[in-house]
């Protein structure tokens, strides 16, 4: 295994007490895999993320186990993180439009990583930057490269960020809603190079996103997140298929079907996700969920796994297969 | 800005103006070095309280001392004070400033505190404490007046420095493995840089009337040392005879803080253009 995950916890210290955003956060990541992570916004995703690469804000506190090539990361002195950083471990950011410094060149800034992790020059970590925003297909890369940031497209940004997180061949890549910003052409396109790119070096992709359609079609498996849980996980035709958790079956219906008839309503999940310290004793779904009966509420959903590694976190997660929504009987 | 557009700089009026006085301001140091009227220092008594002619252009004062030649003499003074006292001030500002923004938790609250410790003394008189604690003279009031210019420079720092790191850029440099000193210099420096010549600009004309003030109550710059303030002090026992003369460097004094003013004004117009849209 790449990566091992077990029991991640991510607690924030404010003034009224530590908040645990991210709780019992468990999964693993093989070479070359690719696992989708889902889940409302304030759900913990990118807390997740940023627990893995150790960026979390100061006042976070990390426990658990992250276990990445046979190394545990928690607790890492922060001059071993930074070797790993970027090198065995790259993050691709949300924003391409402030992800890159305005006051530096594009390819001074995919250069980065090379002259950090392989102790290239700047001269030659430059026209290796140019060569790398050509494999992310950037045109004219060499323009790209001299360019300022403010200079390229939303969707040529993010080539160039891409660019700059494979330049040291990381084994792991993180995707913190990587086209979330961009429209939709633009989208599928990244999303088509982050593949290829992932099909020819057999590093593994960590994709956060809010879109289960992206997840569907470019992740083997799937985490599914809501108020730092993790509902369910499992391959993810699977689960998208049957899930066996009612928050991502809510999540599937308030999608907009494709052949519906026109003027029809999209479903929606009633109420709004609860806000860290409202979280009682019971599932945090609880209330919003059609199925909730009294043990909801008292008590947290137990892990119910149907096979190796399918997992749902629900009291009801057995019965899910006959059960039907909204009516709950 | 518009994405493809060219960066151009707003120059407004302030900004010519400011410059305009500025540059005045250096140029009178500058002349002032390789030729002046008449020696500063010089007594003339028989010609004292002499009126403006073409000999001496702006007069005698009470020693019969050029005063032309005294103004442009302690024009010196002035930018020393300004730029060594900024200077302090910067340095220190910006390192105590980064290392709060960098580190946060009590180290960022330490410094604050200590900061606001520092201004609630009213900055002159702290200067007039220190100079008569440890002696009057021009490096002990650069030193009282670029002390106090720290914590300024560490606020102004640590807030736009803390303005930068909330951005997704220096988050980026991190994930590439980035520590925290190169970040400092590469991502957050740059970034503030424009914040912090503004605030230096401003200073500036600050740093001179303070020196002018400390001049005048006798704790900067000391005889036969030209400086506006003390030209201003010994105008002061012949005010109802020769008003001029204490017109002349006040006048000096005004219009050298009013350009850095204006200069640090358009400065910030013409490099911020964010700060311009909100006042």
Redesign the interface.
Known sequence: MLLEVSNLAVDLMGTAGAQRIVSGGTFALDEGESLGVVGESGSGKTMTALAL?G?TP?NARVSGSIRFEGRELTGLREEAM??????RI??I???PM???????RVGAQVA??LV??RGMTREAAFDRAVQLLDHVRLADPERAARAYP??L?GGERQRA?IA?AIGCSPRLVIADEPTTALDVTVQARILALIDGLRAESGMALMLVSHDLAVVAGHCDRVIVMYAGLIMESGPVEVVLREPKNPYTRALLEARPQPGASRGRRLRTIPGSPPIHHEIGAGCPFAGRCDLTIDICRTTPPPEVRFSADRLSRCHRAREMGSLNMRTGA | MSAGGLWRPRVSFSLWAGAILALMLLLAAAVSFVWTPYPPAAIDIPHKLASPSLAHLFGTDDLGRDVASQLLTGSRISILVGLVAVGIGLVFGIVLGLIASFSGGWIEDAVMRLSDFVFAFPALLSAIMLTSTYGPGVINAIIAIGVLYVPIIAKVTRATANGVLAREYALAARAAGRGPLSIAFDHVLPNIAPALIVQATIQFAGAILAEAALSYLGLGAQPPQASWGRMLAEAQNVLYNAPSLAIYPGAAIALSVLGLNLLGDGLRDALDPKLKARS
């Open positions: 690469m960026l100061e930074l070797a790993l950083r970027g090198d790259a993050m950011f949300q924003e402030t992800a890159l410094n305005p006051l530096h980065e990583p950090l992790h403010f200079a497209s960020m700059m």
